[in-house]
């Protein structure tokens, strides 16, 4: 996959960002269509073709159930069509069914209600369980932090840095460290270019010196964000805003904060070398302390800590916990969030449209593998959580229509289909231009 990435860097940035959107948005389509799939084949239900793309077929080949597998010309999405289905929505009969209480048992039309739900519901589920299973698994590499927190790997900081792989912290400035109650402790910590601290060394009690335990160093950068506009890099360190120093990642936030959207001048250390730029925060939605989804200033930088702790093996309970959490956290701030938007709280510019994802695709892509994959997840998430929406054409629509058929005993009439389902089409229409107008204008 490097390189794969250096070449498509060096052909171009257009051809890198759209690769990586259609290899990001092809997994996560085929692992959405391939629930639908193969839940409706266990069902009972007859898959005619399964698409990943529309338009004109580039290849093809028909397994011995007779289902078409195919890739189309244009890979934006996907499809699964059943057997007598009307379109890939799965609205309507194509005219070789019959009404439902005399269609062959293995269509769409004439499976029974729980057959047609479970078949509907498993592509956002399989969404769900394909990212539970990428944080999972995440979590099983990368281990857990060790107890008691020891170093585990130094940066590169324009400070005083005394600390060594493997010591264990015991104390800031006299402060106990206490691993579970460390943002107060970090709040309190003095803002100066150097803090004594008090570690576990060799068997040995000793105090070094070290910078901030929260420095404003760049982790990462947030894809269109100011910062990424003019180019700030994971690994700078931010040194100065306005020419007034700061030592913490808190001291940035307050800082960025304090201009109120207009224009700033960072001074950011990068490989020894001080450079200088400007940009202009942005107001968008961010995650306050209290987990919520509030609008402030943001430059677009993601911050780190002073180093990379020790890590122990992480056991397959503690991975799956740690991969359900991921996933369920993705769900409930999606969801506050939209919320939020529907309501006024936080702008519209803050939803991704197809431009925004493309973008962030390159730029987890350009990050590494793991990246890359990490994003892959989320977005699946993303998607299954969008999908299960009570909006006709989409998955939860569908089910709103099985829960009608199985209060009332019969499914919505053909017109009352049509008519929802093209205010269905108009609603998912106006999403996604409100989403590419954020893209492009916001």
């Known amino acids: 996959m490097e390189f794969?990435?250096?070449?498509?860097e060096t052909s171009g940035g257009v051809a890198y960002i759209i690769f990586f959107f259609i290899v990001a948005?092809?997994?996560?389509?085929?692992?959405?269509e391939y629930g639908h799939y193969i839940v409706g084949r266990w069902c009972g239900i007859k898959a005619d073709v399964f698409s990943i793309g529309f338009g004109p077929v580039l290849l093809s080949r028909t397994d011995k159930r007779g289902t078409v597998w195919q890739f189309a010309a244009f890979p934006?999405?996907?499809?699964v069509k059943f057997k007598g289905d009307a379109n890939a929505a799965s609205v309507g009969s194509d005219g070789t069914v019959a009404e439902a209480a005399v269609a062959p048992r293995d269509t769409m039309l004439g499976a029974p209600l729980w057959a047609r739900a479970a078949t509907i519901v498993a592509g956002?589920?399989?969404?769900?369980?394909?990212?539970?299973?990428?944080?999972?698994?995440v979590g099983l590499s990368v281990g857990q932090v060790a107890t008691p927190l020891a170093v585990g790997e130094t940066k590169p900081l324009p400070f005083t840095m005394e600390l060594e792989p493997g010591d264990v912290i015991l104390s800031i400035e006299g402060e106990p460290f206490d691993e579970d109650n460390l943002g107060p402790l970090y709040e309190m910590l003095p803002t100066q270019p150097s803090l004594d601290y008090t570690?576990?060394?060799?068997?040995?009690?000793v105090?070094?010196?070290?910078?901030?335990?929260?420095?404003?160093?760049?982790?990462?950068?947030?894809p269109r964000s100011p910062a990424f506009q003019v180019e700030i890099q994971p690994g700078d360190v931010i040194t100065a805003v306005e020419g007034e120093a700061i030592y913490s990642f808190g001291e940035l936030i307050e800082a960025v904060r304090a201009v109120d959207g207009r224009a700033v001048l960072l001074d950011v250390w990068r490989d020894g070398e001080t450079l200088e730029f400007v940009l202009v925060p942005e107001r968008r939605a961010a995650q306050g302390a209290d987990g919520s989804i509030e609008e402030r200033y943001l430059i677009g930088i993601r911050g780190g800590s002073l180093?990379?702790?020790?890590?122990?093996?992480?056991?397959l309970l503690e991975a799956a916990e740690a991969g359900l959490a991921?996933?369920?956290?993705?769900?409930t701030a999606s969801l506050d969030g939209m919320w939020k938007m529907i309501t006024g709280v936080i702008s519209t510019c803050n939803i991704s449209g197809p431009v925004g994802i493309a973008v962030s695709s390159g730029a987890a892509a350009s990050e590494g593998p793991s990246s890359f994959i990490w994003f892959v997840a989320v977005l699946s998430a993303a998607v299954g959580l969008l999908n299960l929406l009570p909006v006709p054409v989409l998955d939860g629509g569908h089910l709103v229509f099985h829960a009608y058929e199985a209060v009332r005993g019969r499914p919505p009439s053909e017109k009352a289909l049509r008519v929802l389902m093209s205010v269905g089409l108009a609603m998912v229409g106006s999403l996604m231009f409100l989403a590419l107008f954020s893209d492009l204008f916001c």
């Open 76 to 79: 934006l999405g996907g499809y």
């Open 326 to 331: 991921q996933v369920w956290f993705i769900i």
């Open 124 to 137: 956002p589920l399989f969404n769900f369980i394909m990212s539970f299973f990428i944080f999972a698994g």
């Open 199 to 205: 570690v576990l060394r060799d068997g040995e009690e």
């Open 307 to 315: 180093f990379e702790p020790a890590t122990e093996p992480r056991g």
């Open 207 to 222: 105090t070094v010196q070290a910078p901030h335990p929260q420095p404003a160093t760049v982790s990462s950068v947030v």
């Open 25 to 32: 948005l092809s997994i996560i389509v085929a692992v959405h």
């Open 4 to 8: 794969l990435t250096q070449f498509l």
